[in-house]
């Protein structure tokens, strides 16, 4: 049998490389694993030898120290890979094939999955609605930065790449449909941008920078980005869009410089519970300030999608109320002003065909917009270390080398 290898969380601020076992359609115990899910049988799922797997920002949370994942945990939801295993209830898949896995977990048989709500599946995670492969307090299914791993309900998660040949040679592409493409991509959606838009997004990371090549995908007229790191900045410029440094002050006067007015008609959230404060409190953590900031530039009757990823705890929090995800949104002011919020998971098989559609049919590129760098499995300490330095740059891993050169 092959052996495994896979990036581990050991503490806060340390990524290990260390041996795994190989996956088996059963759910084993280990860290982070619910006990209810332990010794559950999956033969609708397979197993995949991975061919693309990214660090991702809420993996760096995690890292950081600032959620409540045990020591051991596997990181790692966003999966591309080969079938080279396939249990017994699997019908419509095939070894050899080259899929999409997105990062929500979801059984496609509840209430939810049903209405197309794959992010809040009712029975993959025993303790709440949603779940997700490496990641705490989500069941604890086995993450994906490994050079196996295991998808369970496999003919409704997996998407199917029609051409192997096409799909390896646009796979720094294709890899980013596990999450940040479709998460940007909601986050747009769910903000009303269309034809015409003017749009801002808060935080220049990989999501912020799939959410702004969503927003020209959509149509919208002026994507503007708001961040305090130089070289995300410059990265969102690298693609036509106009960019708000926030350590320089409020976003809403460099927006009046740019559009001729200090409001925008859609406001993203890319950013999430590390949020810091704008201008001279721009070194200082302030969980609010981006929500805050939203509802003051986005005009009355727009909306805001909020991919930014906020949790119910916080151990690392500037306060008692942020360490149990109780933030002061001035949600009078969103109130008002009749905003629509969307906040959650994104449930990525709403938006996976499509956006796969445009990346082969050369509508997007995706991994451009994001600065996606190849880097081999054991070089990923070194990449948490310089994306937690705010390098602008997307860390795809290699595991098993398959990945073409570019």
């Known amino acids: 049998m092959a052996g495994n290898k896979a990036v581990m969380y050991m503490g806060p601020g340390k990524v290990e490389v260390k041996d795994l076992e190989y996956p088996g359609l059963e759910l084993k115990e280990g860290p982070g694993v619910n006990p209810a899910n332990v010794g559950r049988k999956t033969p609708h799922g397979v197993i995949l030898r991975t061919v693309a797997t990214n660090i991702c920002g809420s993996d760096q949370h995690m890292v950081r120290g600032r959620t409540t994942a045990p020591e051991g945990l596997v990181l790692g939801h966003e999966i591309t890979g080969e079938i080279i295993e396939k ?4 019908e419509f898949l095939q070894v050899g094939d080259i899929v999409s896995v997105p990062f929500n977990i979801a059984c496609g048989r509840c209430r939810n999955c049903k209405e197309g709500k794959t992010g809040i599946c009712l029975n993959v995670n025993p303790d709440r609605p949603g779940s997700a492969y490496g990641y705490v307090d989500m069941g604890g299914w086995t993450g994906g930065q490994a050079e196996y791993v295991m998808v369970p309900y496999a003919d409704w998660n997996c998407l199917k790449f029609p051409d192997r040949d096409q799909a390896l040679a646009k796979i720094r592409d294709l890899t980013m449909l596990s999450d940040i493409f479709p998460t940007g991509y909601h986050g747009c959606v769910t903000a009303g941008v269309g034809t015409g838009s003017t749009v ?3 935080g220049a ?3 912020g920078l799939a959410a702004a090549a969503s927003a020209h995908l959509l ?3 002026v994507v503007i980005v708001g961040d305090l790191n130089a070289d995300r900045l410059a990265q969102a410029r690298s693609f036509g869009c106009e960019t708000v440094d926030v350590s320089k002050g409020d976003p809403k006067d460099q927006i009046a410089e740019i559009l001729g007015e200090p409001e925008v008609d859609c406001g993203v959230d890319a950013v999430g519970f590390e949020a810091r404060g704008h201008g001279p409190g721009s070194q200082q953590e302030a969980p609010a300030t981006v929500l805050n900031s939203l509802m003051d530039i986005t005009r009355a009757g727009g909306a805001l999608g909020i991919p930014g990823l906020y949790v119910t705890g916080d151990p690392g929090a500037v306060d008692d109320a942020a360490k149990q995800g109780s933030l002061s949104i001035r949600l009078g002011l969103g109130w008002a002003k009749s905003h629509a919020f969307t906040t959650g998971q994104c449930p990525v098989m709403r938006y ?10 050369d509508r997007v590129q995706i991994a451009k917009a994001v600065n996606a760098e190849v880097i081999p499995l054991e070089d990923a300490p070194r990449g948490y ?3 937690d330095k705010g390098a602008a740059k997307k860390y795809v891993l290699n595991p ?3 990945i073409p050169a570019a």
């Open 87 to 90: 249990g017994n209830d699997v």
């Open 200 to 202: 801002y997004i808060a």
């Open 205 to 207: 990371g990989p999501v």
């Open 219 to 221: 149509g919208a007229a």
């Open 352 to 361: 996976n065909r499509q956006l796969m559609m445009a990346i082969l049919h």
């Open 385 to 387: 270390q310089e994306f």
């Open 400 to 402: 098993n080398g398959l």
